[in-house]
């Protein structure tokens, strides 16, 4: 469930800190806690393995959300293209079981952690002509956004899913799958995980299948396969400078618990709106220039993109697109996840520009 609030009701009063409380009580008086005595106290807690909660209130219960990622962008054809072809022709299948380069948000390692946000993993993943990915199958789902190459193929659990260039094939958790190569080009595509989440919920692993290939059989229909082609018909009918498409499964839910995704057409010369939600996204540029403003006021950075970048949006932070030529995107997200923790909200804010 999604709730929306005015823009005002986000507004809350600064908290303050144990430490100008103490300060502020000065010399002497019946209220005062000699500094002396509770700096002894602080010192004698991490021998207890205990923390005072009031001197990290702000950080563990902030009155804003304030995720650790930032707005950033990857270029494809200047940075990620060249690194993951060199990664192609350096690294063999044997030593590297996926050949990722994952995206690795500033904000994200900054604090000692990976993925693209706070909650999202994406790398860029690449399989040479006649390779095959060994099958096995994970906690996390894991979702991939074809850029680019031809008869590339997954496997998912006894369908074999040939790759067209926007496509998206879905291997949902616990879901036996591997990937392979038959054209004569490498397949490159993006993929969407929710590896982020296990970080704090540790029970992720991977097991390994005991045959190379997952049995399977062709097939053009399946639970896990999403043509572009069917996309951007739904995009192309609209009549609208804006168009959305919400992938969902057979049933009208979303892909997973943790991720969803959409599509997007903005018209050349037109904006998208403006947004502003808990819910973090990642994007990729199918095709189109333009760029995205996001944040406002002197935190307001620009997002400029092209045909097959990578960018993403931080948790709770507004932002608003605008195409330079007629553009189509894909995104995904984590609103799933938080319309389960009853912690997605939508905001209504008025562009101002």
Avoid at 48 to 57: C, P, Q
Wanted: net charge negative; glycine share 6%.
């Amino acid at each position: 469930m999604s709730t929306v609030v005015t823009q005002s009701s986000t507004a809350t009063a600064t908290r303050t800190s144990s430490a100008d409380v103490f300060h502020s009580r000065g010399e002497g008086g019946s209220e005062e806690t000699p500094h002396d005595e509770y700096q002894n106290l602080l010192a004698s807690l991490p021998e207890a393995n205990v923390r005072a909660l009031w001197t990290f209130m702000s950080d563990a219960s902030p009155p804003v959300p304030n995720p650790r990622a930032i707005p950033f962008v990857w270029s494809y054809q200047e940075s990620l293209r060249p690194r993951i072809m060199e990664a192609g022709r350096l690294v063999p299948a044997e030593l590297a079981e996926r050949r990722v380069l994952l995206l690795n948000n500033p904000g994200i390692v900054a604090a000692g952690m990976f993925g693209i946000t706070d909650t999202l993993f994406s790398g860029i993943q690449l399989v040479n002509p006649g390779e095959t990915a060994p099958a096995h199958r994970h906690t996390a789902f894991a979702l991939r956004y074809i850029i680019e190459g031809n008869k590339g193929f997954t496997d998912v659990e006894g369908d074999k899913l040939y790759m067209c260039e926007g496509d998206v094939i879905l291997t949902p958790n616990w879901k036996w799958h591997d990937h392979g190569n038959e054209g004569d080009r490498p397949m490159v595509w993006l993929d969407g995980l929710d590896l982020p989440i296990w970080q704090r919920v540790p029970v992720n692993f991977t097991e390994e299948y005991e045959h190379p290939r997952y049995p399977a059989e062709d097939t053009d229909t399946s639970e896990y396969l999403f043509r572009w082609t069917e996309v951007t018909k739904d995009l192309d009918s609209q009549p609208t400078s804006y168009a959305t498409h919400n992938y969902t499964k057979y049933d009208g839910s979303e892909l997973s618990a943790v991720v969803g995704a959409d599509a997007y057409r903005i018209d050349e010369n037109t904006w998208s709106p403006l947004r502003l939600e808990t819910t973090c996204f990642v994007f990729h540029v199918y095709k189109g220039t333009g760029y995205t403003l996001v944040g406002k006021g002197i935190k307001q950075v620009k997002l400029e993109w092209k045909s097959k970048d990578v960018f993403c949006i931080p948790a709770y932070t507004q932002f608003k697109s605008f195409a330079t030529s007629n553009s189509y995107l894909f995104s995904f997200c984590d609103r799933p996840l938080l319309q389960k923790l009853e912690a997605h909200r939508i905001f209504e804010v008025k562009d101002e520009e």
